[in-house]
C-alpha cells in the first residue's frame, strides 16, 4: 500500500472520530433540554389530571396546605437561618437589646442601661473624691494638732527657760551686791568697778592706745563673755551695770553702721572700726548718733537703758572680730580681751 493510501486512510478515521463526538453531544443537549421543559410550570400543567383542568384559560381551585405542612416550613426555614448565622437566638439575656456597632436605628433599652453605668461610675467616682478629701481632711487636722502641740511645749519651754534666767540673774546679781559690799569693807574694789550716782565727765577717758571704757563713771561687770547660764549657749558679751541714763561712748574711732544686731538688742549701735572689725552697744534707752556717721573714742553715743531682752539697766557690750558677721551674736569674741589690746581694762 502507497504512502498516500495510508494517509487517506488516516484522515478518514480521524474524520469519524469527530462526527462521532458531535453526535454524542448533540444527543445529550436533546436530553438536558428535555428535562428542563419537564420541570417548567407549563409542563406541571399539562401533567395534572384531566380533573383540574376546567378549559382553556381556566384553572380548578386547589385545597389550602395543611397547617402542619406550614408548620414543618416555618421551623426547616428557622433552623436554616440558625445554620446559616442569620437568625438571633433568644437565650432569655439583654444581649439582643444592646446597641450593635454601627447601628443606625435608636436603641432605648441599650440607652437606658448606658446611662444607668455612667450614674453607677460617677457614684463610685464621687465616693473615692469623698473618702480621699475625708482623708486628707483628717491629715490636716492631725498635723494642725500636732503643729500646736509643739507650738505649746516650746512656749512652756520657753517661760520656763526665762523663769529659769530670771532666778540666775537675780541670784548673780545678790552675789554681786554682796561681793561689792564685802570689798568696799576691806577696800579691795577692783580697778573699773564702781558705784553711787554719775557724777563723772560726759566722755570717756581715752587711753594712749584709742581705747575707751563704753560706760562712764561708775558700774559693775555683771557677766562675762562665755558664761553659761540661762542665755542659748553662752553669755556672748560682757554686762556693764549702770544707772539708766549712764552716758554710753564708743570703745573706739569707727563709723556708724545700721543696728542689724536684732530685736533681742532693743537700741543699740554697732560702730565699724578702721581694720574691719566691730563693736555692739546693746540695751540703749536712747542713742545720739545715725548710720554713717563718724565717731572719736570716747565720744558720747547713747544712754544706759532697759530696751530689748533685759530684766535690769545695764549695757551689754559685744566684739566682732568681723563687721560682716555683726548680725550673729556667736560671732563674737571676748570684749574684755579686745579692750585690753587698746590699752583699757575694763
Do not use: C
Not at 8 to 31: E, K, M, R, Y
Not at 107 to 123: D, I, L, S, T
Request: proline share 5%; net charge negative.
Amino acid at each position: 500500500m502507497s504512502s498516500r493510501t495510508r494517509r487517506f486512510g488516516d484522515l478518514w478515521a480521524d474524520l469519524s472520530h469527530v462526527v462521532a463526538g458531535l453526535a454524542i453531544a448533540l444527543l445529550g443537549l436533546a436530553v438536558t433540554v428535555g428535562v428542563t421543559w419537564a420541570g417548567t410550570p407549563e409542563a406541571e400543567a399539562d401533567s395534572r389530571p384531566s380533573s383540574t383542568r376546567m378549559g382553556d384559560g381556566y384553572t380548578a381551585a386547589e385545597p389550602l396546605p395543611d397547617a402542619r405542612d406550614i408548620d414543618r416550613e416555618t421551623q426547616a426555614e428557622r433552623r436554616g437561618a440558625d445554620q446559616d448565622g442569620g437568625g438571633e437566638a433568644d437565650d432569655g439575656t439583654l444581649e439582643r437589646y444592646e446597641p450593635k456597632t454601627g447601628a443606625t436605628e435608636r436603641n432605648p433599652v441599650g440607652e437606658e442601661m448606658q446611662k444607668g453605668r455612667a450614674q453607677q461610675q460617677e457614684k463610685e467616682r464621687r465616693r473615692q473624691e469623698e473618702a480621699r478629701g475625708q482623708e486628707v481632711s483628717e491629715t490636716s487636722r492631725e498635723r494642725l494638732g500636732r503643729s500646736r502641740a509643739a507650738d505649746q511645749q516650746a512656749d512652756k519651754e520657753a517661760i520656763t527657760a526665762e523663769q529659769e534666767r530670771l532666778e540666775e540673774e537675780k541670784r548673780r546679781k545678790e552675789e554681786e551686791a554682796r561681793r561689792l559690799a564685802e570689798e568696799r569693807r576691806n577696800g579691795t574694789l577692783r580697778d573699773g568697778e564702781y558705784e553711787g550716782p554719775y557724777t563723772g565727765p560726759v566722755s570717756g577717758e581715752v587711753s594712749g592706745s584709742g581705747g575707751a571704757r563704753p560706760v562712764t563713771g561708775r558700774y559693775t561687770i555683771a557677766a562675762r563673755w562665755g558664761a553659761v547660764g540661762s542665755w542659748s549657749r553662752y553669755h556672748t558679751g560682757i554686762d556693764l551695770s549702770a544707772p539708766i541714763g549712764r552716758p554710753v561712748v564708743a570703745a573706739a574711732d569707727g563709723t556708724v553702721r545700721a543696728p542689724v544686731g536684732g530685736g533681742w538688742a532693743g537700741i543699740h549701735v554697732i560702730i565699724e572700726h578702721a581694720n574691719g572689725d566691730a563693736t555692739l552697744y546693746a540695751h540703749l534707752a536712747s542713742t545720739t548718733v545715725r548710720p554713717g556717721q563718724t565717731v572719736r573714742a570716747g565720744e558720747v553715743i547713747g544712754a544706759i537703758g532697759m530696751t530689748g531682752r533685759t530684766f535690769g539697766p545695764h549695757l551689754h557690750f559685744e566684739y566682732y572680730p568681723s563687721a560682716r558677721s555683726a548680725s550673729n551674736p556667736y560671732s563674737t569674741s571676748d570684749p574684755y580681751t579686745w579692750m585690753l589690746t587698746r590699752g583699757v581694762r575694763l
